[in-house]
């Protein structure tokens, strides 16, 4: 562990998952002191155990781990694991933190995990291996962080012994506990849960029969860095299976003694992944299915992703939730249930069965909650603002990720985020000092024969699993200027990194070629590793074997194979001609642009201006508010229009925030950390403005598709009109018998495939409201699929037992309203019955969810060359590693611009923008990297060629008659090198020789 200053006020992150990991990463990247800790014996959670995530079905998640560049980690965060809290005093702003760290008796920068004192004493040797007896260290995965044991000194009766077993001499027999106290200006708090435990359960066989796993049991059998190698077998007889299923809400959504009320959120979502990448990876022919009650699969791109699963992939899906497992004399598995339409019981035995477990707060968690002094909810979870989710019942506590409620990664990496901009309020940020530099001198290669190292790294299996790496070396090899071919399992693991760096500096390689995943990920990870190392970060080749070869012909070994001899080879031409090349670095503007004044925009833009940021706010509309103005009550009960009055008064007060309404954004050019937008009001007003970032939170539109006789029949509203009518008119209300509230109208359809996310919650809210006027109402939601996720379950339960009933149907089985005789009649086909049925209606509300506001982000995606999705929202960098970055620097998205969602995860968003706008503006200067277009005014012929098709109106004619590419304007795309019919213009990284060198690789081949 790092010693700390004591004296030193920082933020104090606790939990070493994803979210604590991601929380700590932005307070320093904001340049603010960060501790980080964790009582497990690595750094890492549970997202080190993943096979793949979803919808990317990859495992680029590994790279969120703490692999931090030099400065970062040197200057700003401290990482401990083993140590706990004990107490914590003060108050927000000036807490003081009892630290406790527990003995490791292991020097960890000595430890190479090389599994000697495993062997010897293996008693002694404390980790967690999972489903894998044969783990090698106390780090349970290798993506987890330190790579190091940890003993259990009381089992050693020899302690010379043990001392002279370790060859690198890392025992510390005297180790001790250490406790300390530091000042903490605030705290972030990512604990996470665990998952249930089955085994408590009588019906499933969990933990008793062999071939009934968890879903995570699951995913370490398909690791290849699990137990069997990555090769899906039955751990009865080690055979691949031929029958899987997968039983849904596993101890959730029950009223069992060992069940939860609420749903985890995630389970429909890995389930669905871990059927497809069955099918995928190990054999079409393998029969997967999955019983479920509801599909809930509400996040963005989330029901494509699920209509795959059933159209390409053909996963069977049955819609109940079986009782019992019987385990048969060949420990093959019987499964007794009952479809929806049928009475008779059906029996099917299958090979394996995962039970799809969801998450609960642990009592360690619990206890840590008492210590830090917050509330928790009924289910033990943190209880948190009902508006604002990353608060806690204690000023200056923060929190985020699963304890705060059921969430996925995306959102969990939203929160920290969130929470690390909130907490990170409490310190300033240290300015930029010339300091000596973290790295070493680059050494000077010019002029030098190359001298290449090609190193594969798997990508814990994923790569090798389709092709033989060895082969792949050999060939690289027979290259007369390769020095070093040599393959590592996991590139994003500490010992494969350190070793290709030393590599480096012991081969005196000049030039280095990776094959790995995708370098849209990885590429930053592996340039910081070569400057550790000496050498230009421009040096480097990255391959990517996994996307372009061992995914693209997974089922073709002989072609993955013959492809990745070719990729390698013009990655090997390729970095022949490679340069060293000066990143472009530039002073950044410290202001900021947010676009949308509703309820996320203004959150962010008072956020960022509190913190010292001045902030323009642009709002089409004549007024702030957003959407939010035809809202009355959340399904919390927040009063909305009392919480956006008060959010309007806060941003129109603030001396930080402009304010432009009836404005929008009419041009735009600059590179990141130096924009230049044109704002034009609709009184033909012209302001030009300048800034580092832009947050997008243009919003969304509410639908109202010409679908159940909307606009048509008088009867039938949207469950917006609906809300306005409990808030404006209960007289209404209570005149009213019957209401028929119809969900999915207009989405989850060919012209709008996503789910809308908060449809199900507001036809329970508006329900319950219903109820609440009018006690003796009939209420009818007929539904597809409910997706009350989290702790919305319990509201969804409520209406249950207050009589709400809830019918079923398909898309063969759609609705139909008609009016008849002056009656209003909706027919509807109850599976249940298996007959049609008719309900009378004095009202037909229909759930018709957000679209994207077309127009308006068509005309900013083009201004700011920005990409979409297929359904106009904003797209985001990475729906793991970056959910609210855009694939453009500088850019942000947040709220409903990005998807649909509900007021409190739009809050989120907006905090979560205003913290990752914050990091880039904590630096005074941007380094923008080193691909910029230089013109030889030699060559150039003045055609205007290059002016004409920028599409950032870049290049200009200068004084000398020239074309002239300011790089600090350049975007690097590359357009007018290829239009320049002179050939006068060069990408810098991507010159001529270098393209042409990578086209004669297509054609080399050395034996």
Known sequence: MQKIKQDEKRVLVIGGGVGGIKAALDLSESRKKVLLIDSDYAIGGLMTQLDRTFPTNNCDLCTVSPHLSATTREKFLQVSPMTELTSLSGEAGDFTATLKTAPRFIDIDKCTACGECLKKFPEAVRFTPGLDPRAPTCMRYPQATPYAYSIDMEKIDDVEALKGVCKAGAIIADDSEQEIQIKVASVVLSVGAELFDPSVLDNFGGGKFANVVTGLEYERIMSASGPYQGNLVKKSDQQPPKKVAWIQCVGSRGINRHDVSYCSSVCCMYALKEAMVTKERFGKDIE?????????????????????????????????????????????????????????MIKEDFDMVVLSTGFRPTQKTIDLAGTLGIDLNEHNFAKAGTMDPVTTSKDGVYVCGVFESPKDIPETLVQASAAASLAGAAIESEECVEDASPYPPQRDVDGEDPKIGVFIVDCDGEIGQAMDINKILENAKSNPDVAVAEAFKLSCSFEAMEKIENLIKEQALNRVVIGSGSPRVQEIMFQDMLRRAGLNPYLLELVNLRDQAAWAHNDAPAKALEKAFQLVQVGISGVRKAKALPENILPTSQNALVVGGGVTGMTSALELADQGTFTYLVEKAPVLGGQALNLSKTIEGDDVAAFVKDLVSKVSANENIKVFTDAVVAEHNGVPGRFTTGIKTSADAYEQIDHGVTILATGATPNRPAVYGLGEFDKVMTQLDLDSILENDESKIKAMEQVVMIQCAGSREADNPNCSRLCCQAAVKNALRLLEV?????????????????????????????????????????????EEAGKTIVRTHDFVLGQDIDIEADCVALSTGLVANSDTNKELARLFNLPKTEDGFFLEDHVKLKPVDMALRGFFVAGTAHSPKVIRESITQAHAVAGRARTMLANKEITLGAAYATVDPIKCAVCLICVRVCPFNVPFINNERHSEISPAKCHGCGICVAECPAKAIQLRGWEDDQMLAKLDGLFERYN
């Open 288 to 344: 997967t299915t999955i019983f479920f009650m509801d599909m809930r699969t509400f996040g963005k791109d989330y029901e494509p992703y699920y209509n795959r699963a059933k159209e390409d992939f053909g996963i069977r899906l049955i819609r109940c939730k079986p009782h019992t497992i019987i385990e048969l004399p060949d420990k093959s598995l019987q499964i007794t249930y009952a479809k929806e339409e049928l009475s008779a």
């Open 774 to 818: 009018n006690p003796d109402i009939n209420v009818f939601v007929l539904y597809r699929d409910i997706r009350t996720y989290g702790f919305q379950e319990d509201y969804y339960k409520t209406a249950r037992d207050k009589g709400v009933k809830f019918i079923r149907f398909d898309l063969d089985h759609r609705p139909v309203v008609r």
